[in-house]
């Protein structure tokens, strides 16, 4: 007979209460509550505390955060936000910062703490650090296989076309390991829109990887680049394997604009990234889940050169998308949560995720009521399962 573990009485995101059976770290059944007299040897009552598949970090840095090494304080453009400048005194503080295995380790174990169990990173390819952190993050993935499953994507942070040499490097980094091919403003910062995708959609075609594109480029200009984006999925067939982060032209166009390019982008099935950012336009959550397009969530940034937020809570971030979009309706809170879980799967592909027969028993049990309850309470008294085991309890990993 297979060893089952049992989880009795979960909460589910649907209001019911379940017995839960894991066996080879997937769940074997999902049973209404049995309440037995002489419950199965070894359960674990988990009395009515709200049970969800673990969150999905679907957009972060691992190499460049400072989080478990020292304060760098924010450092201000000299003439609003300028992404050639921070870049700059990105490098600067990187000289100085602690290991990258330890920082990546430290950041890591942030987000597993919380709940997160599968994330995607963006990592620096540039001809300055060259293959150095994507050698180094490879190595940290295999490290903390057990615990979490990363997505890597290489990320050429100083542009492609305005630094020659990248697009070669781009290519060594998804030869070493990496699983998608990231881009940077193709517009603002190599000034070249079909050139840049070019690149990036090339290496796609060649190595058979994702898309991930950093697009911080707005109205008008960053809106073209988008339709560039969705062409190009189209015209090779991607659908379900690019993303745009942050994507913020959707934020700041008319509805009417919105609800057009919603219906392309849902069509081609391009995903878009929001970390609902403080102080600046977003794409609308709301309005482009209507359109059918998939809006994931990610960290992003943590205690590192762009600014100094970030807590690694994927359940926190729903709170964030929740509030900065005026959900206040259990739907549109229930919305916010799937923003961070079902969608994230999703945009990501994971295979077997949720609380379902066949499933991955990667999952979080919480003391809330319910999802809508969740989302704007954000209990931090929470406990990890991956594959059924507990691996962290209350925002430190155990053991
Ligand atoms: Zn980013």
Redesign the pocket.
């Known amino acids: 007979m297979v060893n089952q573990t049992h989880f009795l009485n979960a909460r589910l995101a649907d209001g019911t209460v379940a017995d839960l059976a894991v066996a080879g770290g997937r769940f074997s059944a999902v049973t209404p509550a049995a309440n037995a007299a002489t419950p199965p040897a070894g359960a674990v009552d988990l009395a009515g505390e709200l049970v969800l598949p673990a969150f999905v970090e679907g957009?972060i840095?691992l190499d460049t955060s400072f989080y478990g090494d020292a304060w760098r304080p924010y450092i201000p453009c000299t003439n609003g936000f300028d992404v050639r400048e921070r870049v700059a005194f990105q490098m600067r503080n990187l000289e100085r910062a602690a290991p990258m295995e330890e920082r990546a380790k430290s950041q890591l174990e942030l987000c597993v703490g919380h709940g997160s169990l599968a994330m995607r990173s963006?990592v620096m390819v540039d001809t300055a650090v060259g293959l150095k952190h994507v050698e180094t993050i490879l190595a940290v993935r295999e490290k903390y296989r057990d615990l979490i499953d990363i997505q890597l994507v290489a990320?050429p942070q100083s542009g492609i076309l305005s630094s020659p040499g990248t697009a070669e490097l781009l290519d060594e980094a998804l030869k070493l390991g990496c699983d998608l091919i990231g881009g940077l403003d193709p517009a603002s910062f190599d000034r070249d829109v079909k050139g840049h995708l070019d690149v990036v959609f090339g290496l796609a075609e060649k190595r058979g990887v994702g898309v991930d594109i950093?697009l911080h480029d707005g109205g008008t200009l960053g809106l073209f680049e988008i339709e560039e984006i969705v062409a190009r999925t189209t015209a090779l067939s991607m659908r379900g394997k690019v993303a745009v982060?942050?994507a913020y032209a959707l934020g700041d166009i008319s509805a009417d604009a919105l609800e057009r390019v919603g219906e392309r982008i849902a069509a081609a099935g391009v995903a878009i990234m929001t970390n609902a950012p403080g102080d600046h336009p977003f794409p609308p959550v709301a309005a482009l889940r209507k359109a059918g397009v998939t809006v994931f969530a990610?960290s992003?940034?943590i205690r590192d050169s762009w600014w100094p937020y970030g807590d690694g809570d994927m359940l926190n971030r729903a709170n964030m998308i929740g509030y900065r979009s005026g959900f206040y309706e259990d739907r549109e809170l229930k919305a916010a949560y799937d923003v961070v879980s079902h969608a994230g799967a999703k945009a990501l592909g994971l295979e077997g995720y949720g609380i379902a027969v066949g499933a991955k028993a990667d999952f979080v049990a919480l003391k809330a009521e319910h999802v809508p309850q969740a989302v704007v309470a954000v209990p931090k008294e929470r406990t990890v399962y991956r594959a059924g085991t507990a691996i962290a309890r209350n925002g430190a990993v155990i053991g």
Do not use: A, I, L, Q
Request: aromatic share 10%; glycine share 10%.
């Open positions: 957009h840095h963006h990320f950093h982060s942050h990610g992003d940034n």
